[in-house]
T-cell receptor, first 112, second 112 residues
Framework: EAQVTQNPRYLITVTGKKLTVTCSQN?????MSWYRQDPGLGLRQIYY???????DKGDVPEGYKVSRKEKRNFPLILESPSPNQTSLYFC???????????FGQGTRLTVV | GDSVTQMEGPVTLSEEAFLTINCTYT??????LFWYVQYPGEGLQLLLK?????DKGSNKGFEATYRKETTSFHLEKGSVQVSDSAVYFC???????????FGAGTTVTVRA
């Protein structure tokens, strides 16, 4: 089954404790992105990747890092989480630029 | 920059009622337009799309027409069901861009 898998689904952590949210896709897609979803704001892009070892900032990259060492994986790293990073996070992948995006089920992160 | 504006929710309807969710956009050039749906506890999935002016996207009884002259992409369904209860997002993507720009989302609840 074609899918994007994120882990964990839910996470509560404390300010400053480094964490990683994993994302993996099994569709051999070139393009992958991370979004955060906040009430009243829709989804905003954090980082994206066009291929292995090629990443770039989206609209709200501050406080986040990513890496793309393998085509299928695109982890999101919060080096020092803060309460304003409490949000619902989605990983997405697509075969084509400007094509249909496939989303993971989301990771609800709470930073206290 | 690009932006998408959706009608505010929440929207509550009875089964078999007509649904319209308004969406207008601001973007340079000729973006592709999308409607994504998010069912409770799940990630977003593509509902329909249109890639050029006057195109009509349709799926699962939903329709939307790309109106360049009014920069709109309103979503409609003639007879909703309880299973259509979800959050609906309008989004756009430009041909040379690596991201989707989303509206804030509209929560739709259909009552039996």
């Amino acid at each position: 089954e074609a899918q994007v898998t994120q882990n964990p689904r839910y996470l509560i952590t404390v300010t400053g404790k480094k964490l990683t949210v994993t994302c993996s896709q099994n569709m051999n897609h070139e393009y992958m992105s991370w979004y955060r979803q906040d009430p009243g704001l829709g989804l905003r892009q954090i980082y994206y990747s066009m291929n292995v070892e090629v990443t770039d900032k989206g609209d709200v990259p501050e406080g986040y890092k990513v890496s793309r060492k393998e085509k299928r994986n695109f982890p999101l790293i919060l080096e020092s989480p803060s309460p304003n990073q409490t949000s619902l996070y989605f990983c997405a992948s697509s075969l084509l630029l400007n094509g249909e995006a496939f989303f993971g089920q989301g990771t609800r992160l709470t930073v206290v | 920059g690009d932006s998408v504006t959706q009608m505010e929710g929440p929207v509550t309807l009875s089964e078999e009622a007509f649904l319209t969710i308004n969406c207008t956009y601001t973007a340079t050039g000729y973006p592709s337009l999308f409607w994504y749906v998010q069912y409770p506890g799940e990630g977003l999935q593509l509902l329909l799309k249109a890639t050029k002016a006057d195109d009509k996207g349709s799926n699962k009884g939903f329709e939307a027409t790309y109106r360049k002259e009014t920069t709109s992409f309103h979503l409609e369904k003639g007879s909703v069901q309880v299973s259509d209860s979800a959050v609906y997002f309008c989004a756009l993507s430009r041909s040379n861009d690596y991201k989707l720009s989303f509206g804030a989302g509209t929560t739709v609840t259909v009552r039996a």
